[in-house]
């Protein structure tokens, strides 16, 4: 793939630079959550996650929603490169060219973290939203923060027309990807968006989306039964809990003890993790993996 500089090696995906105003994304068969890196990789998983990605940025493209997508094969996709700025204070509503420090986070359910939040108001787990909540949290922080909009406006050089036209862009994406995947017999709860200005201040959708690893699917037949089963990485995310390894981490963090380290995933739902990956790409693009 010609010359390249590794930028950034996150939990899941290496970023290189190519030296010619693009960058490469190389999709890793890793998994994490809860900010932890499970030691077990998953077969097959970077290979989908890209296919997804690259399928959804192509559909953004008939919407005439701009994105930084230039191609993908196998697991690696290359995508248009924007200026990384960490320091708060050197962002402005002037600046232009760079990854704009906030993710995007739209929810269409009471699920994951908004339960924690809403159980005590009465709200059930799997109740649909009577409208879409769409909310802003950090992007380059060691853990993602939940900010309130006035928050989210300073800290990311934002107006508050460029905040609509934000909150605009992730329900016109996901109106069209919830219609598309309840075709195909999912339900689509809930997924972080993320964005950068271009050198005109021009609005483009960046990094990936529409995955299992950014977004929670649903089976739509078994909801309707009062089922909710997972078609995401919220999969692994349920396993956690259920071995008490998210409480233990939980309150460690709490406490400000170390944190334990995450134990890997059986041989078995390795195998299981792997495959439903493989089946929710299917089932989202309708095409043969």
């Known amino acids: 793939m010609g010359d390249k500089t590794l930028l950034r090696k996150g939990k899941v995906k290496e970023v290189y630079d190519r030296h010619d105003g693009t960058l490469e994304f190389v999709f890793t068969d890793n998994i994490s959550v809860f900010d932890k890196v499970i030691p077990t990789r998953i077969p097959h998983k970077g290979e989908v996650l890209c296919r997804i990605s690259a399928f959804w940025f192509r559909k953004c493209e008939e919407l005439g929603i701009q994105t930084h997508f230039l191609e993908a094969d196998g697991n690696r996709m290359r995508v248009k490169k924007f200026r990384i700025i960490t320091d708060y204070g050197a962002i402005d509503r002037q600046t232009a060219d760079y990854v704009i420090p906030l993710e995007v986070i739209a929810r269409y359910y009471v699920a994951g973290s908004l339960y924690e939040r809403l159980q005590d108001r009465g709200m059930e787990y799997g109740q649909r939203l009577p409208e879409p909540l769409v909310e802003f949290t950090t992007k380059f922080e060691e853990h993602d923060r939940h900010l309130t ?36 017999g999912l339900i689509h709860v809930d997924g972080k968006k993320e964005f950068a200005f271009d050198e005109e201040r021009t609005l483009v959708v960046v990094d990936t989306f529409g995955t299992p690893d950014e977004d929670r699917f649903w089976d739509r037949e078994k909801y309707r039964q009062g089922v909710f089963e997972e078609r995401s990485k919220e999969f692994v995310r349920s396993h956690y809990r259920s071995t008490g390894y998210y409480d233990a981490l939980k309150k460690a963090r709490r406490e400000g003890k170390p944190e334990p380290d995450i134990p890997p995933l059986p041989a078995d739902m390795t195998r299981e993790v792997s495959r439903l990956y493989i089946d929710i790409y299917e089932q989202i693009t309708g095409e043969e993996f």
């Open 149 to 184: 909009e006035e928050e989210a406006l300073s800290i990311a050089g934002l107006s508050p027309r460029e905040a609509e036209d934000i909150k605009q862009a992730v329900l016109d994406i996901d109106g069209y990807m919830n219609e598309k995947v309840a075709e195909r």
